[in-house]
C-alpha cells in the first residue's frame, strides 16, 4: 500500500483557520491559496501581548481555613477563599495574548479565468503547493517554512516562463481583530514597512518582549525588480489595488515582472530591544544562503520527511483522483462514515501539526498550536495543562517521535523555579505547583480562578510525560539526569500538601477533576444549560488527584530501583501509596468521578479526568481489576448518552483512545465519524465544537465563530496508535482495538513502553498478522497476538503462555520477523 501523505482541495481558503498550516517549530504560516491577492499569514511562538504585571501575594495562610470549611461540607465558601484572599492581596488575574506576526501578501494578475485549481499539503515535506492554469498558461506557488535555513520559502512559476508579482510585508488583516465577546478592538501593534537594499523590511512594535519584524529577499533571475518608490502613479494603484489598497506611507510594496521564475525567502527577528542590529544580522543571513528553491527545499524536505515517515498508517491503497479531496472525504463523512481515506489523513494531520509547532528550539503548541490569525483569539491561546498539552504528545512517543517532545518537557523544567514559588505562597509547601492555565513568559500563576488554584494535578501529569520518555526510549540518563529530579520535586509538594483522615487515609483537599464539579443532591435532572459549571468544583479526593498520586510515586519507586538508588528515600512514598483510598464505583455502577461519598457524579460533561486510571495511565486492566474496568465501561457509557451535547471535538478524541484501551473497536471508529462530521474544518484543523452547530456537541462561539484547536487533531493520532498497539513496561499487545472496517492495512514503525518497536501489516480477510519486532534492551516481556491468532513458527527467544500471549526475551539489537495466523473464525470467538 503506497501512499502519498498528501491532503488537496479543490477551493482556496475563506479566511487562515482553512489554511494549509507550515512550520519549524517556532515560526509557523498558514497558505490561505488564492490566486491573487494571495496571504500568507505569519505566527511566532514567542510573540504575546497585553501582558499583565501583578504582585504575588503569600497566602497560603489561609489554606488551612480553605480546608477546614471543606470538611465541615461548607463547599461553596471554602472554593472562593484562597481566590478572594489573592484578589483582595493585590493580585490581579491577566494572562498574555499569542497574536498573529504579520501577513504576505502576493498580486499576480490573470489574464483569463483560472480552471484546474488545486492546492495541496504534502505531509511528508512540509511543502504547501497552489496550481491552476491562467488559460492554458499552468501557474504554480510553492511554500515551506525551513527546518534547517529558519526561513520562509517561496517559489512561484509558470508554464511560460513568464512571472509577474507584486509583494507587500504588512500586518495581518485587522478584520480578525474581534474581543471574544464579538466586538472589534483595535490591537496594541504598530507596522511600517521600509526598504533597505533589494530588501523589503517590516518592523512592529508593541509585542511584551520587545520589538520584531521580518525581511523578504527576493530572487528573480532575469525578471526586473523595482519598488514602489520606483514605479509610476498608475503601476503604483495597480500594484496597491491587487494588494487590497493598503497606504503607501506605511508599507512599501515590490513589483516583478519577466522573471522566469521567482523566488522569495522571508526570516523574522523576535522580541528585541536592538533591531537595527537585528535587521542587519537578518539581512546578511539571507543573502548568505542560496536562492535556489530546490537547494533549500531538499535540504529542509530530507529533515522533515524522516521524521514523518518514521511511522506511516495506511488503510487503503493509493488513489488519486476526486475520492481522495478533502472535499468529497468530508462530504461522505457528513453522511455518517468517516472514509478509510479520510482516517488516513486525520492521522498524517496530526502526526504533522506535531512535527511542525514541536521541533527544535521552539515553545510548546498552544491551544491553537502556533497557528493563528486572531488578535484575540479563544482563550488568549494560551496554554492548558489539565489535559490539552498533555494530548498533545500522546502520539510523540508511540509514533517515534520523541524529539519533539523537548519543546515541552524544556518548558517545564526551565520553570521549576516559578513552580517553587508558587508552592511556597499558595500553600506553604515545597516542591512544585504548576497552575492548569499557563503564559509563556513565566511558570508563575498568572490566573487566581478557584478552580486554577485547586487542581493539583498538573505537576504529576507532566512528570509522567518525563517518566513516559524514559519508558520508551530506556535513556537512563534521561531517567537519572531529568526524570528523577522532576518527579522529586512534585513528589516533595505531596508530602507537605497532604493530610491525613481519622482512619489514617489520605485526605487530597482541595481537590478538583478539571473544570466539573458534583451535581447538588437537591438539582434532579441534568440541565445541559449549565454543564460549564454544574456547582462547586472545589472537592475532596478527586479520582484524578487520587490517580497522579499513585501514579506519581509508583514511578518513583520503580526509577529508584531500575537506578540502583537507596530505597530508604522511597519509604514515605510508599507510605502514602498504602494509604490512598481505592477508587470508588457509584450507584450507578460508575467509576465515581470524586472517591469522596458526598460527592455526586455529573456525567454530562466534556472532560474525562476520572478515567485517568485506565487512559492515559494503565493502572486499571480488564485482566487485572474487572470490576473497575465494568465501571469505567458505565462511566463512558453514561458520559454519551448523557452528556453528548457537553463534547467536544478534543473530548471525542480523548473518548476514542479511552475506548481504544478498552479494547471496544466499534466505539474507536464511533468517535471518529461523530468527530470528523462535527469538528473537522476544510483543511482538517480540529475544532472545539461543532462549528456549524448541530446539536451534537457543545455550542460555543468566540470572536468569530466555534474556536478551532488542534489538540483534537493530534488526539486523533493518538488514538489510532493506540487502536493498533497497547504497551506497559512489561506488555505489548497487537491490535487490540481494530475496528471492523479497517479490514486490511498497516502501521510502523510504532514505540513500545518497554523500548521496542514493531511494525504491523495485517488481512482480517486471510487472517493474518505479519510483525516486524525490535527490541533495544534487555528484560522479558509478554506480547499478546489478537484473540483467535496464533504463532505456528515460534522465533528464537519467544515462548508460548497459552491464549495468545508469548513471552519475549528482549536483548539490545533484538529482531524479529513472525506472522501470526487467525485459527479460529471470528464469529466463533467469545
Same mark, same amino acid.
Given at each position: ?332 463523512? #457528513? ?6 481515506? =479520510?482516517? @488516513?489523513? /486525520?492521522?498524517? $494531520?496530526? +502526526? *504533522? ?39 498533545? #504528545? ?6 517515534? =517521535?520523541? @524529539?519533539? /517532545?523537548?519543546? $515541552?518537557? +524544556? *518548558? ?57 520518555? *524514559? ?360
Amino acid at each position: 500500500m503506497k501512499k502519498n501523505h498528501q491532503m488537496t482541495m479543490l477551493t482556496p481558503a475563506v479566511s487562515w483557520r482553512d489554511g494549509l498550516p507550515c512550520g519549524n517549530g517556532a515560526l509557523c504560516a498558514t497558505v490561505y491559496g488564492n490566486i491573487s491577492p494571495e496571504t500568507i499569514q505569519f505566527n511566532h511562538d514567542s510573540l504575546w501581548y497585553e501582558k499583565t504585571e501583578s504582585p504575588f501575594p503569600d497566602i497560603s495562610d489561609t489554606l488551612a481555613e480553605c480546608r477546614r470549611l471543606a470538611l465541615a461540607g461548607q463547599f461553596a465558601e471554602a472554593n472562593t477563599y484562597m481566590s478572594r484572599a489573592l484578589n483582595e492581596r493585590g493580585f490581579v488575574s491577566g494572562l498574555p495574548i499569542l497574536h498573529p506576526a504579520f501577513d504576505l501578501k502576493i498580486a499576480m494578475h490573470q489574464k483569463e479565468g483560472f480552471t484546474s485549481y488545486r492546492r495541496t499539503l504534502d505531509f511528508t515535506t512540509g511543502e504547501a503547493s497552489v496550481t491552476w492554469k491562467d488559460g492554458k498558461v499552468a501557474k504554480s506557488r510553492n511554500f515551506f517554512i525551513s527546518h534547517t535555513d529558519n526561513v520562509a520559502v517561496l517559489r512561484i512559476s509558470s508554464g511560460d516562463g513568464i512571472v509577474d508579482a507584486a509583494f507587500q510585508l504588512c500586518e495581518h488583516n485587522l478584520s480578525d481583530s474581534v474581543q471574544m465577546s464579538g466586538v472589534p478592538q483595535t490591537p496594541p501593534l504598530t507596522f511600517k514597512s521600509e526598504v533597505r537594499g533589494d530588501k523589503l523590511v517590516l518592523r512592529a512594535t508593541g509585542s511584551m518582549g520587545g520589538e520584531y519584524g521580518a525581511v523578504l529577499r527576493m530572487s528573480c533571475g532575469s525578471g526586473e525588480r523595482r519598488f514602489a518608490k520606483e514605479l509610476t502613479w498608475t503601476e503604483q494603484l495597480s500594484s496597491l489595488n491587487l494588494l487590497w489598497n493598503l497606504p503607501m506611507e506605511s508599507h512599501e510594496t515590490a513589483k516583478i515582472t519577466g522573471a522566469s521564475e521567482i523566488v522569495a525567502m522571508v526570516g523574522v527577528y523576535v522580541n528585541t530591544d536592538n533591531p537595527e542590529r537585528e535587521i542587519e544580522a537578518l539581512c546578511r543571513r539571507l543573502d548568505d544562503l542560496p536562492g535556489d528553491y530546490e537547494t533549500l527545499f531538499s535540504r529542509h524536505a530530507e529533515v522533515h520527511r524522516e521524521k514523518f515517515l518514521r511511522c506511516e498508517l495506511a488503510l487503503t491503497e493509493q488513489t488519486a483522483g476526486t475520492d481522495d479531496l478533502n472535499e468529497s472525504l468530508l462530504l461522505e463523512a #457528513y453522511q455518517g462514515e468517516a472514509p478509510l481515506h =479520510l482516517i @488516513e489523513k /486525520m492521522f498524517d $494531520m496530526g +502526526r *504533522y501539526l506535531l512535527i511542525a509547532c514541536s521541533s527544535g528550539e521552539c515553545l510548546p503548541p498552544t491551544l491553537q498550536g502556533t497557528w493563528n490569525g486572531d488578535y484575540y483569539p479563544p482563550w488568549n491561546s494560551f496554554y492548558v495543562h489539565n489535559e490539552n498539552t498533555q494530548m498533545y #504528545y500522546w502520539q510523540a512517543l508511540a509514533g517515534c =517521535l520523541p @524529539e519533539t /517532545m523537548e519543546a $515541552m518537557l +524544556r *518548558y517545564f523544567e526551565d520553570r521549576i523555579e516559578d513552580y517553587r514559588t508558587n508552592a511556597r505562597k499558595l500553600f506553604g509547601c515545597r516542591g512544585v505547583f504548576i497552575p492548569l492555565t499557563a503564559a509563556a513568559d513565566t511558570g508563575l500563576i498568572r490566573d487566581g480562578q478557584a478552580h486554577v488554584l485547586h487542581f493539583i494535578g498538573v505537576a504529576p501529569w507532566i512528570a509522567q510525560h518525563f517518566y513516559d520518555y *524514559y519508558l520508551y526510549t530506556r535513556d537512563a540518563e534521561f531517567l537519572k539526569e531529568r526524570a528523577l529530579p522532576f518527579m522529586i520535586e512534585v513528589a516533595r509538594f505531596y508530602e507537605d500538601y497532604l493530610l491525613r483522615d481519622e482512619e489514617g487515609y489520605v485526605l487530597v483537599v482541595p481537590s478538583n477533576s478539571p473544570e466539573n464539579a458534583p451535581l447538588e443532591e437537591s438539582s434532579g435532572e441534568v440541565d445541559l444549560s449549565v454543564t460549564m459549571n454544574p456547582g462547586v468544583p472545589l472537592t475532596i479526593n478527586s479520582t484524578v488527584d487520587t490517580a497522579l498520586i499513585r501514579e506519581l510515586l509508583g514511578n518513583l519507586c520503580q526509577a529508584y530501583e531500575t537506578l540502583g538508588l537507596d530505597k530508604e528515600e522511597t519509604a514515605a512514598w510508599q507510605d502514602i501509596l498504602a494509604h490512598l483510598r481505592p477508587y470508588r464505583i457509584n450507584e450507578d455502577g460508575a467509576l465515581a468521578e470524586w472517591i469522596h461519598p458526598d460527592h455526586r457524579d455529573n456525567y454530562a460533561h466534556r472532560h474525562l479526568s476520572h478515567i485517568y486510571p485506565l487512559f492515559p495511565g494503565f493502572q486499571i486492566t480488564k485482566e487485572e481489576q474487572p470490576e473497575l474496568f465494568e465501571a469505567t465501561r458505565i462511566a463512558m457509557e453514561k458520559r454519551m448518552s448523557i452528556g453528548l451535547e457537553a463534547q467536544t471535538g478534543w473530548s471525542l478524541a480523548h473518548q476514542a483512545g479511552i475506548y481504544a484501551r478498552m479494547g471496544f473497536a466499534s466505539k474507536v471508529q464511533e468517535c471518529f465519524d461523530l468527530l470528523s462530521r462535527t469538528c473537522l474544518g476544510p483543511n482538517l484543523f480540529t475544532y472545539h465544537n461543532d462549528w456549524r452547530n448541530m446539536g451534537v456537541t457543545l455550542r460555543i462561539s468566540l470572536g468569530k465563530g466555534a474556536p478551532y484547536q488542534v489538540d483534537a487533531n493530534m488526539g486523533i493520532t493518538a488514538a489510532v496508535l493506540e487502536a493498533l498497539v497497547f504497551s506497559t513496561p512489561h506488555v505489548v499487545k497487537l491490535l487490540p482495538a481494530l475496528p471492523e472496517r479497517w479490514a486490511n492495512g498497516r502501521i510502523g514503525r510504532v514505540g513500545c513502553r518497554n523500548g521496542a518497536s514493531l511494525a504491523l501489516e495485517w488481512d482480517q480477510v486471510k487472517r493474518t498478522l505479519d510483525v516486524e519486532l525490535s527490541t533495544t534492551a534487555a528484560g522479558a516481556f509478554s506480547l499478546i497476538v489478537p484473540e483467535g491468532y496464533i504463532i505456528a513458527a515460534l522465533p528464537d527467544g519467544f515462548s508460548d503462555r497459552g491464549n495468545g500471549t508469548y513471552e519475549v526475551a528482549g536483548k539490545p539489537g533484538g529482531r524479529w520477523r513472525f506472522v501470526a495466523e487467525g485459527v479460529l473464525q471470528k464469529e466463533s470467538i467469545s
